[in-house]
């Protein structure tokens, strides 16, 4: 339900935090999505699903950055 009410944003995993939160995992590039302009779209689903929701950079999203950067670290040495 959680990740239903932050569509359009794809949702990569949701975790419960005890009975009042949520942390949510997703992509950076699909962060905006989620909070929408000036929060609205988060403290919207929030309210829906009666919980707080914490927004988790998906690891997926940081392995493929350090790859990047390590990419690019690699051309500027050569």
Known sequence: MIA???KPAVIS??????????????DEDQRSLAIGKM??????ASQLVGLNI???QS???TQERQ???DEQVDEAVE
């Open 54 to 56: 914490n927004l988790v």
């Open 13 to 26: 995993r949701v975790e419960l935090v005890g009975t009042t939160a949520a942390q949510v995992w997703l």
């Open 67 to 69: 790859a990047e950067l």
């Open 4 to 6: 239903d009410a932050l």
């Open 39 to 44: 929060g609205q779209n988060i403290a919207l």
């Open 59 to 61: 690891e997926k999203s």
